[in-house]
Nanobody, 126 residues
Framework: QFQLVESGGGLVQPGGSLRLSCAPSGFTLHSAAIGWFRQAPGKEREGVSCITRSGGGIAYADSVKGRFTISRDNAKDTVYLQMDSLKPEDTAVYYC???????????????????WGRGTLVTVSS
């Protein structure tokens, strides 16, 4: 069974940082592009960032550009989302997903997602 597991969420003050990790079970991450999505209470799930299989292609939502950094370590079979300068509006459940497409037009859609993680909660509050 193909699964993804996120970790690294938690409570952080505004301006703080967190690093989320995404690891696979049942398959290897380097076979897929990986996207990060988030869903805040009462809102739709939105795309945050994605990275291609090789790591050579990356896309970000405008709301996180310059603050979040996506990366992957194929040797460790893990994808990371480094989140800096966090704001209260970043509060959400963050999901990683294996996707068949990653570019500046597809990062925001769930259309190409094949496998979802269960999510990890990020709360930004003082």
């Amino acid at each position: 069974q193909f699964q993804l597991v996120e970790s690294g969420g938690g409570l952080v003050q505004p301006g703080g940082s967190l690093r989320l990790s995404c690891a696979p079970s049942g398959f290897t991450l380097h076979s897929a592009a990986i996207g990060w999505f988030r869903q805040a209470p009462g809102k739709e799930r939105e795309g945050v960032s994605c990275i291609t299989r090789s790591g050579g292609g990356i896309a970000y939502a405008d709301s996180v550009k310059g603050r979040f950094t996506i990366s992957r370590d194929n040797a460790k079979d893990t994808v990371y989302l480094q989140m800096d300068s966090l704001k209260p509006e970043d509060t959400a459940v963050y999901y990683c997903a294996a996707t068949s497409r990653c570019d500046t037009s597809s990062y925001s859609t769930t259309q190409y997602v094949a496998v979802w993680g269960r999510g990890t909660l990020v709360t930004v509050s003082s």
